[in-house]
């Protein structure tokens, strides 16, 4: 599970790289906004020898801040990756637009790699719709029910079996139910 950071200029690589990532590679990937020093100094204190694997991806040219942050990962964390700028880029765009790009081909590998379907899941497809009102009644399974729990909760344990005995049902309002304390 990759921490993906960049510097303050470059904010929406590592958003870019989740969703990415997410979507095409189905990778979780945790982007740390705002001022990483205080997370990477801090969440990885006594944690960071438990034995999950742990990658930082170091997205564009680094800040002060961003290379302080690596050398307190490379203490902390498996393994830090610097994904840097591509030399001779005409400006922040075309070198934001390039490592888009690579971000897409690294989980276009991951999905092929692990021998994942690339494409969006159906329920994805399926939600999208729902949101933008093409096909409301499909995930609309709780229509004409005052109930919105998916199943009934007091029928479903009273027809277990046969020979299940229904308890008799608890009336607050009935004070022989009650314990005089």
């Known amino acids: 599970m990759p921490l993906l950071l960049a510097a303050p200029d470059a904010d ?8 990415l990532l997410a979507r095409v590679g189905k990778t979780l990937a945790i982007p740390v906004l705002g001022d990483p020093l205080p997370v990477v100094s801090s969440a990885f204190e006594a944690q960071h020898e438990k034995g999950d694997a742990k990658v930082a991806v170091l997205l564009g040219d680094p800040d002060p801040a961003l290379l302080l942050t690596r050398e307190i990962l490379e203490t ?3 393994e ?10 005409a400006s922040s765009y075309a070198a934001q637009l390039a490592l888009w790009y690579f971000g897409a081909w690294v989980a276009a590998y991951l999905a092929e ?28 399974f709780n229509a004409g029910r005052d109930d919105l729990r998916r199943t009934d909760v007091v029928g479903g344990w009273q027809d277990d079996g046969e020979d299940a005995e229904l308890e008799e049902v608890f009336d607050a309002s009935d004070d022989d139910d009650l314990d005089d304390r």
């Open 80 to 89: 830090v990756i610097h994904v840097a700028y591509l030399e001779g880029a």
């Open 76 to 78: 902390r964390v498996d």
């Open 113 to 140: 790699r692990y021998n994942t379907d690339p494409a969006d899941p159906a329920v994805l497809g399926l939600a999208q719709a729902v949101l933008s009102g093409e096909d409301s009644d499909r995930l609309n």
């Open 12 to 19: 929406a690589l590592p958003h870019a790289w989740q969703a």
